[in-house]
Nanobody
Framework: QVQLRESGGGLVQAGGSLRLSCTAS????????MGWFRQAPGKEREFVST????????DYADSVKGRFTISRDGAKNTVYLRMNSLKPDDTAVYFC????????????????????WGKGTLVTVSS
């Protein structure tokens, strides 16, 4: 069982930046792929980004490509999501997830490959 805890959400103005963190309760760097997903009010959960277990392969949703960066620190059992140039459309609850698969291709189907989920952290971007 892996427990995930997100942090770093908050209120930011459009154009601003935030860095989300997700810390796992056990060592995940050896084999787990990690991902970020988000759910805006009244919308379905959507894929944001994934990173493989080594940390050398990443994938991004088109809507965040070039603005968001996913990374991981194996020693700290932590995955990060750096979000730059934030837009009001980025407002959502952001969820961290872990997969026992070492690599999970990004896209609409990636959520089904995740085995563990955090409770989420709210990001609000004001215009």
């Amino acid at each position: 069982q892996v427990q995930l805890r997100e942090s770093g959400g908050g209120l930011v103005q459009a154009g601003g930046s935030l860095r989300l963190s997700c810390t796992a309760s056990k060592r995940t760097s050896e084999s787990y792929a990690m991902g970020w997903f988000r759910q805006a009010p009244g919308k379905e959960r959507e894929f944001v980004s994934t990173i493989n277990w080594i940390g050398d392969s990443t994938d991004y949703a088109d809507s965040v490509k070039g603005r968001f960066t996913i990374s991981r620190d194996g020693a700290k059992n932590t995955v990060y999501l750096r979000m730059n140039s934030l837009k009001p459309d980025d407002t959502a609850v952001y969820f961290c997830a872990a997969s026992r698969y070492g690599i999970v291709p990004g896209g609409p189907g990636s959520a089904s490959a995740m085995d563990y989920w955090g409770k989420g952290t709210l990001v609000t971007v004001s215009s």
